[in-house]
């Protein structure tokens, strides 16, 4: 069993920045692919990213790639995403999600999530 949570979530204006954390908690953290989705209302939850257990691979949307940045800290048992030269489309609620195995962009492929962090983008 895995337990997350997200934090780092806020309102930003266009072209900033904010970085998203997830803490997990449970156990074999580092054997796990680590996924960021979103979600707006009304629509599916969309992949954004994801990392390979070991941090050696990354994977983008191509909405993010080149703005977004996933990374993993196994000591800490956490994962960022760092989020760049934000727009407006990005507004959603951001989940963290934790697989074993490869990593996958289907929400369904994973087993664990968090509650979720809002990001408001301002035009």
């Known amino acids: 069993q895995v337990q997350l949570v997200e934090s780092g979530g806020g309102l930003v204006q266009t072209g900033g920045s904010l970085r998203l954390s997830c803490v997990a908690s449970?156990?074999?953290?580092?054997?796990?692919?680590m996924g960021w989705f979103r979600q707006v209302p009304g629509k599916e939850r969309e992949f954004v990213a994801a990392i390979a257990w070991s941090g050696s691979s990354r994977y983008y949307a191509d909405s993010v790639k080149g703005r977004f940045t996933i990374s993993r800290d196994n000591a800490k048992t956490t994962v960022y995403l760092e989020m760049d030269s934000l727009k407006p489309e990005d507004t959603a609620v951001y989940y963290c999600?934790?697989?074993?195995?490869?990593?996958?962009?289907?929400?369904?492929?994973?087993?664990?999530w968090g509650q979720g962090t809002q990001v408001t983008v301002s035009s």
């Open positions: 449970g156990r074999a953290f580092s054997s796990y692919s």
């Open positions: 999600a934790a697989r074993g195995g490869t990593y996958r962009r289907e929400a369904s492929g994973y087993h664990y």
